[in-house]
C-alpha cells in the first residue's frame, strides 16, 4: 500500500526473480506522475524523473502491464497472515479491522481506481466543506484537518500511497490559497516550494534519523509515513513544473517570468530547487522506503536472515544487503551471530531454496525461537514513538511557514470582525 498494492506485488515477484527484471545500467518504468528512470549498478543506483543523457535504445523499458493482485503469491502469502491475525483477534488487529484493510487492499489495486477520480473528487470535496466551516467558525483545527486525515487514512490502510500523496498535494495547495480556497493551479509558487521543502525534510528526518532508534512497530510506520511524504512532496513538484510549463527560463529572464506570472513566479534558482528537492525526495523513497517493506512482506524475521546469508556475495556482503534492504537494526545485529544460529552444510548443500510457489519456511534452521527471542529483546530495547501524535506537530505534513501564514491571516479576519 506504499504506493498500491499491485506496484508492491511485482517488486516482490522481482526480488523472488520472477516477473519484470530490472537490468545493469538504465531502466525506464511507468509512473502515474510521469516516466521514473532507474540506473543499477554493483556499486550504486539511483531514480530520477529526468531522462538521462544516454541513446534511448539502451534504456531497458520495464514498463508492462502489472498482474491481477489476486494472481500474485504476495497476495496469497497475505491473506494466509491475514488469517492467522483473524485466530488471535486481539488489538490493534481485531477480526473486523484486519478483514477491513484486506478489502480496502482489493479496492486499492483496481486499475481504475485513479482514472475515475471518485475517490478524489470525494475527499477533495470533503476538505473544501471543511475548511469553508473553519473560515465561518473562525477554528484553526479545523483547517489543518483535512490534510491530517489524508494522512491518518493513509496509515490506517484506508487509501494506497500514490492516491494518497495526489490527495494531499492538492489539499495542501488549496490550503495555500487560504481564504479563497482556489485550485492548485492558483497556489503561490513560493509556498508550494516551502511545502515541497517541508515534505522532503521529514522525509529525510524520518528515515535517516528518527526510526533509527525506534521499536519494529514505530520503525515502520515512520517509514511507511515516510513514502506518502516523499510521494506528495514528488507530485507537488510536478504541479509546479505545469504551472510554468509556457515560461521559459532559457529563453526568459526572471523579471519576464515573475512578469508573466503575476509577479510570483519562481526565479531560475528556484526552479532549480524544486527539481532538485523531488529528486532527493525520489531518491530517499527509492532507497529507504519502499525496498524496507520488502522482506517483511515475504519472509519471517528468520527466514529474512537466511535469505539475505544465501543472497550475500563477494560483491554484496550480508551486512551490504541488509543495508540495502532497510533491515530493522534489531534484526540486523543478529547477522554478526548468524553463523552459530544456522546449519551452514544444509543452505550450502542447495536445501534453502526459495520458490515464488513455496513462501514457506523449509525448517532449515537451528535455533529458531532463539533468533525471535532475541530479535524481540533487541527491538524492546529501542524507543516508543507515537506517530498519530508526531503528525500534529513536528512530522506534520503542513509546512511550518505556510502554516503561520494561514493563522496570521485567520488572526487577522478574527480582528476585523470583533473591530466591525
Given amino acids: 500500500m506504499i504506493i498500491n498494492p499491485r506496484v508492491g506485488a511485482g517488486h516482490a515477484a522481482s526480488t523472488l526473480g520472477v516477473g519484470r527484471e530490472y537490468h545493469l545500467g538504465w531502466n525506464k518504468a511507468k509512473h502515474k506522475c ?63 479491522r484486519v478483514a477491513g484493510i484486506m478489502l480496502n487492499i482489493l479496492k486499492a489495486s483496481e486499475p481504475d481506481l485513479h482514472s475515475n477520480g471518485k475517490i478524489m473528487d470525494e475527499w477533495v470535496h470533503r476538505a473544501f466543506k471543511t475548511m ?93 509515513l515516510a513514502g506518502l511524504y516523499a510521494q506528495t512532496a514528488a507530485v507537488l513538484a510536478v504541479h509546479e513544473r505545469k504551472s510554468g510549463e509556457n ?13 508573466i506570472s503575476g509577479g510570483i513566479g519562481l526565479s531560475s534558482s528556484e526552479r532549480a530547487r524544486v527539481d532538485k528537492l523531488a529528486l532527493d525526495a525520489e531518491e530517499l523513497f527509492a532507497h529507504y522506503s519502499a525496498p524496507s517493506f520488502v522482506l517483511p512482506a515475504l519472509f519471517s524475521p528468520v527466514e529474512t536472515l537466511g535469505w539475505i546469508i544465501t543472497k550475500s556475495s563477494n560483491l554484496k556482503s550480508a551486512m551490504d544487503l541488509a543495508d540495502y534492504y532497510c533491515v530493522h537494526p534489531g ?20 536445501l534453502f531454496i526459495f520458490d515464488i510457489s513455496q513462501l514457506k519456511s523449509p525448517s532449515l534452521f537451528m535455533h529458531s ?18 506517530v498519530l501524535e508526531a503528525i500534529k506537530e513536528e512530522e506534520s505534513p503542513i509546512a511550518p511557514s505556510n502554516k503561520e501564514t494561514m493563522l496570521l491571516k485567520m488572526l487577522a479576519m478574527s480582528i476585523g470582525c470583533s473591530m466591525s
Avoid at 529563453?251 to 519576464?256: A, C, I, K, N, S
Wanted: charged content about 25%; aromatic content about 8%.
Fill in 132 to 224: 469553508e466551516q473553519a473560515l465561518q467558525e473562525k477554528r484553526v483545527d479545523m483547517l489543518l484537518k483535512p490534510a491530517l486525515e489524508v494522512v491518518k487514512a493513509y496509515l490506517n490502510f484506508e487509501l494506497p500511497g500514490d492516491l494518497a500523496a495526489e490527495i494531499l498535494a492538492y489539499i495542501l495547495s488549496i490550503q495555500c490559497n487560504f481564504p479563497k480556497f482556489g485550485q492548485p493551479k492558483t497556489t503561490n509558487h513560493s509556498d508550494r516550494l516551502k511545502a515541497i521543502d517541508h515534505l522532503t525534510s521529514v522525509t529525510y528526518r524520518l528515515l535517516r534519523k528518527l526510526r533509527a532508534n525506534k521499536k519494529v512497530t514505530p520503525y515502520f510506520e515512520l517509514t511507511y
Fill in 247 to 259: 515560461l521559459d527560463p532559457r529563453t526568459m529572464t526572471d523579471d519576464e517570468i515573475r512578469a
Fill in 331 to 350: 534484526l540486523g545485529l543478529l547477522l554478526s551471530s548468524s553463523s552459530s544460529l544456522y546449519d551452514i552444510e544444509r543452505l550450502n548443500s542447495g
Fill in 369 to 386: 525461537n532463539e533468533i525471535i527471542k532475541n530479535y524481540q529483546r533487541n527491538s524492546d530495547s529501542y524507543e516508543s514513538f507515537d
Fill in 34 to 96: 510521469g516516466d521514473k528512470f532507474i540506473f543499477i549498478s554493483p556499486e550504486e543506483g539511483k531514480t530520477t524523473s529526468v531522462p538521462p543523457d544516454v541513446p534511448p535504445e539502451i534504456i531497458h523499458d520495464v514498463s508492462g502491464e502489472l498482474p491481477e493482485l489476486s494472481t500474485t503469491a504476495l497476495w496469497h502469502l497475505t491473506q494466509e497472515l491475514a488469517q492467522k491475525l483473524s485466530e488471535v483477534d486481539s488489538e490493534p488487529y481485531s477480526r473486523e
